[in-house]
C-alpha cells in the first residue's frame, strides 16, 4: 500500500468530455471536501458526497442528434430555452420535408436522462408518431454508469442555450 495524501477540498473541471454513446458533454464541474488519494495504485476516495454540474450546450446535442441520424433524418439545429428542446431538421420521404419537434427532458431513476416527445410537424401537419419510435431508440441520451464515478442526477434546466445537469457525486468503491 502507497502514501495517501488527504485533501480538504476539491474542484475540477471537465471540457469537452465525450460519452460512451457520443454525447459531448461541453464542460462538467466535480467539487467536493475530505478527500482521501492513495497515490500507488492511485485511488481517489470522497468521505463526503460531492457535486457535479454539467453543461450541454446546442451544437453538442445537434452533433450527437446527426451523428446518430434518428430515422434518416439529417441537418438538426437545436434551440435550447424556456425548459424545452426545439429541434428541426430534414426528412426525406419521397421528398425532402422538414420536421420541426418541441421535447422536453427528464431524469429517471437519478441514473439517466430521457428525451421525452412534445410535439411534432412535418409540413405543417402533425406527426408524432412518425418521431416517437425514432426518439425511443437514442433513449437515454446520457446513463451515468457509464461515468467513471457513482453519480446521482437531481435537476435538470434548459435555459439559454444550453442544458444544466445538477447531482450528488461520489466515486466508486475499488477493491
Known amino acids: 500500500m502507497g502514501e495517501q495524501i488527504s485533501v480538504g477540498q476539491f474542484e475540477a473541471t471537465f471540457r469537452n ?9 461541453d464542460e462538467a464541474r466535480l467539487t467536493g471536501v475530505n478527500t482521501v488519494v492513495q497515490m500507488d495504485p492511485l485511488r481517489i476516495e470522497m468521505l463526503e458526497p460531492g457535486t457535479i454540474e454539467a453543461k450541454i450546450g446546442e451544437q453538442a446535442l445537434a452533433v450527437f442528434l446527426e451523428q446518430k441520424a434518428p430515422g434518416g433524418m439529417r441537418g438538426f439545429e437545436i434551440a435550447l430555452k424556456a425548459g424545452k428542446v426545439y429541434v428541426q431538421a430534414s426528412i426525406t420521404m419521397i421528398i425532402p420535408m422538414k420536421v420541426s419537434a418541441v421535447c422536453s427532458l427528464r431524469i429517471q431513476d437519478e441514473r439517466q436522462i430521457f428525451v421525452d416527445l412534445g410535439s411534432v410537424d412535418v409540413m405543417g401537419v402533425g406527426a408524432t408518431g412518425l418521431v416517437e419510435g425514432h426518439i425511443a431508440r437514442i433513449n437515454p441520451v ?14 435538470i434546466e434548459v435555459v439559454d442555450g444550453k442544458v444544466v445537469v445538477k447531482g450528488e457525486a461520489k466515486p466508486n468503491q475499488s477493491a
Open 142 to 155: 446520457l446513463d451515468v454508469a457509464d461515468l467513471p464515478i457513482n453519480v446521482r442526477l437531481k435537476t
Open 17 to 25: 468530455l465525450k460519452t460512451p454513446i457520443g454525447l459531448v458533454i
